[in-house]
């Protein structure tokens, strides 16, 4: 990101400080019920004991946090190391294109939350069923993406790689891999989004180690804590804010060429 | 003999209708080492698969390509190949363009480095080394493929059309880096072309090609030492030899296309029926 001067940034702030004093006007009125949907001053308090005393006492809110971010990171990465390869892999190839077709067409339909059935049978409740389902719903995006990149690439930089003496290890990684990697950073960002929505819904489902985001913010329906629960609702989204901007930052330094 | 092409054949299958057209029809030619052929020809003539077919990226329907007593029956590294539109790799700098073929090749990065650098002067594009090929112009593009096509050590050089895209003014200028290159390496090249000028002033022989099928249709010694003067009288009478060629070659593809398009009726001359 090009990132201008620091009071221009600080400018794009200016409509999100608006909207949360007009959401507390709004509070402070009476005519958004506080039991519906506190204002934000109540939500930082919720969110501050979420940090001090933890949900269910004694739960930290980082330990929620190191847990859901775990299962995400576990099954984007394994998403990431089978579906790059296979992408590429079908990208080169037709033959395989059209043997994988049905395969893919017919389970990428299924949505994640459905194989969550099946992989409590496998897995049993805990962090390898999450995982595994996260890694479902991170896997097309990636795949899908990889193979377009593939696709996208100019048949004549594969021709000139292969004049000069390039076998199928060197296409892979000098020609193949590279050219594809926009699309590929596409798709990640897509993933980790997916990745992160099916987490918390498989959170809801319940949680072995008792540590989670979307295991606290059940918790905090449980007890009737509106804010504590647009709290725990505000920690994922600038968790995935932050975790987008990271995937920026190595876009555009990987993809300087571009 | 560097390179020999036998009786070249080929036939694609329409896309619309599914019927086969020849495009080459036994193209045979030879070019002893050290020289340069220009193949001159109508856009659309076939030149482009002939140079494919040379390269071992398509396969020829009949006859054979030779390149140093061996038969070409695949892409391989003796045999470098420069299109129109360079294809660097835009995720690498200029010098790692140059260094892809030596990498493949196995050679520690030093080497590499230095045998790069070598070339890239070679075509005078030094001081790019580190620049990516959307920051370079299209001529510097060219002298970039150029250099590594070179830094592999091919036999033959095959040239497409290679600075068709450019202004003329760099297209000059890299016609003379062209020849330099060639004065230093003595690589045999092929250099397909649809511009009279620039065969006359690279080629030692002229290919002129007749167009569906294309064949041969007439071969041209050039005989004018380099430095040729471009607008010298050798070169004009050249010049205006080829050019009459083309204009009978237009004439031919324009009567022969006729005969369809008026249907039955027989053949009748456009002009009379309109002027």
């Known amino acids: 990101m090009s990132g201008g001067p620091r009071s221009y940034r600080l400018l794009h702030l200016l409509p999100v400080v608006a909207v949360a004093l007009l959401w507390e006007g709004l509070g402070a009125a009476g005519i958004v019920p506080e039991n519906r949907l506190p204002p934000p001053s109540r939500v930082l308090g919720g969110l501050a004991e979420l940090i001090s005393r933890g949900l269910p006492p004694g739960s930290g809110l980082l330990g929620h946090c190191a847990a859901s971010l775990r299962r995400v990171l576990g099954g984007v990465g394994a998403a990431l190391a089978v579906a790059i390869p296979l992408g590429l892999l079908l990208g080169r190839s037709a033959r395989l294109r059209s043997l994988a077709h049905p395969f893919v067409e017919l389970t990428r339909p299924i949505p994640p939350l459905a194989w969550v059935p099946l992989a409590i049978l496998w897995f049993g409740i805990g962090d390898l069923s999450a995982v595994f389902i996260i890694f479902l719903g991170a896997f097309f995006p990636i795949l899908l993406n990889t193979i377009a990149g593939v696709l996208s690439i100019e048949r004549g930089l594969v021709e000139s790689a292969v004049l000069l003496g390039a076998g199928r290890r060197d296409l892979f990684l000098k020609v193949l891999a590279p050219g594809a990697t926009p699309a590929i950073f596409t798709g990640v960002r897509i993933a980790v989004g997916v990745g992160w929505m099916t987490l918390v819904a498989a959170e809801f489902t319940g949680v072995k180690s008792g540590y989670g985001l979307g295991y606290m913010i059940m918790t905090a329906r449980d007890i009737q804590r509106a804010d504590q629960i647009v709290a725990g609702m505000l920690v994922i989204g600038l968790i995935g804010f932050a975790i987008d901007a990271l995937i920026r930052a190595a876009e555009g330094r990987l993809l300087r060429w571009r | ?275």
Request: glycine fraction near 12%; aromatic fraction near 4%; hydrophobic fraction near 40%.
């Open chain 2, 1 to 275: 003999m560097d390179l020999v092409v036998e009786g070249v054949e080929k036939a694609f299958a329409g896309v619309a209708n599914g019927a086969r057209r020849t495009i080459l029809g036994g193209v045979s030619f030879a070019a002893p080492a050290g020289s340069i052929v220009c193949v001159l020809g109508p856009s659309g003539c076939g030149k482009t698969t002939l140079l494919r077919i040379i390269a071992g990226l398509e396969a020829p329907d009949r006859g054979r390509v030779l390149v140093g007593e061996r038969e070409v029956a695949g892409p391989q590294r003796e045999i470098g190949y420069i299109t129109q539109e360079p294809t660097l790799l835009p995720w690498r700098t200029v010098l790692h363009n140059v260094e892809l073929g030596l990498e493949i090749a196995g050679l520690p990065g030093g080497e590499r480095r230095e045998i790069a650098r070598h070339h890239l002067e070679l075509v005078e594009l030094s001081g790019f080394d580190d620049y990516y090929p959307k920051q370079i112009s299209g001529g510097m593009k060219q002298k970039a493929a150029l250099a590594r096509s070179l830094a592999v050590g091919p036999r033959v050089l095959l040239l497409d059309e290679p600075f068709a895209a450019l202004d003329s003014q760099t297209r000059n200028s890299l016609q003379e880096v062209l020849l330099h290159v060639q004065g230093c390496t003595r690589t045999t090249m092929v250099f397909v072309t649809h511009n009279v000028d620039e065969a006359v002033f690279l080629g030692d022989t002229v290919l002129c090609m007749t167009a569906h099928p294309a064949q041969v249709g007439r071969s041209v010694a050039v005989g004018v030492p380099h430095p040729r003067d471009r607008t010298g009288p050798e070169l004009n009478a050249l010049r205006k030899e080829l050019l009459a060629f083309l204009a009978e070659e237009r004439q031919k593809a324009r009567a022969a296309e006729a005969v369809p398009r008026l249907g039955r009726g027989g053949r009748r001359d456009a002009c009379t029926e309109w002027g």
